[in-house]
């Protein structure tokens, strides 16, 4: 049996506060040791991820912003992939729409909401805002497909979102910004295709394990055969209901160490959602 995990990062693999996860390293080398394919879930670009699979030590496939792209090292496992093009050293599935477009719209509404997107703010601001460093504000702003904002009057956002449906784009929440982005894409249709695409290659039984914090990693949680939640720092659980739900019992990386750890131990006892 072949098992697959999804993963988001702020707030799950990676603390929400100083994006550490160190208390994660024993999980993530058990991961690697069983060659397990570890697929970053996450709204952050590709150019952060980048640097974060490289500090991991690891080289696999990223769906990114927000399930917009889905990016497979060129050559990785011999997968045959379809409907795909070539980007630098990646074969890549893009699923959202262009990020021209989606500032093209920010921008035509920026006046009447108040909202400033990360287009709009220089690697400085972005980095007083997150916490990041500078170098990793400058890589959070090379984006392809969505555009993470804040607004003055967050009431407004309802008004917002309808507009944004009117042009062929949605507002999702993840845990510090909404994010704007083409509406065809989500977590959760990325995670469809790029499970297809393992179950096609290895013609075998794959159980899918995904992990998560926040109302944008629903839809990811909802497809995965394991679902597992991890607590907010201060808002706790994420309010939801799904079949065979883990929650995880800390946050951050120490919660999905453990979380990992106990999936991992009854490995031989994992079985797929209805089976
Ligand atoms: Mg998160």
Redesign the pocket.
Known sequence: MQVIIFT?????LLNHEDYSFAEATPSLDRIKQFGIPLIITTSKTRREVELLQWEMGIREPVIVENGGGIFFPRGYRNLLIENKEQKDDYTVIAIGTTYSRVRDFLEKISVQFDIKGFGDMAPAEIAELTGLSIERAALAKEREFTEPFIMERPDDIGLLSDLAAGEGLKVTR??RFHHLMGKEQDKGVAIRIVRDIFRINFGEELTTIGL???EN?LAMLEQVDIPVLIPRSVKGYLDIRLPGLVRAREPGCRGWNEAVERLLNEYGKVTAKGS
Do not use: A, T, Y
């Open positions: 988001d990062l702020d707030g799950s993840g845990g998560g914090d926040s990693d």
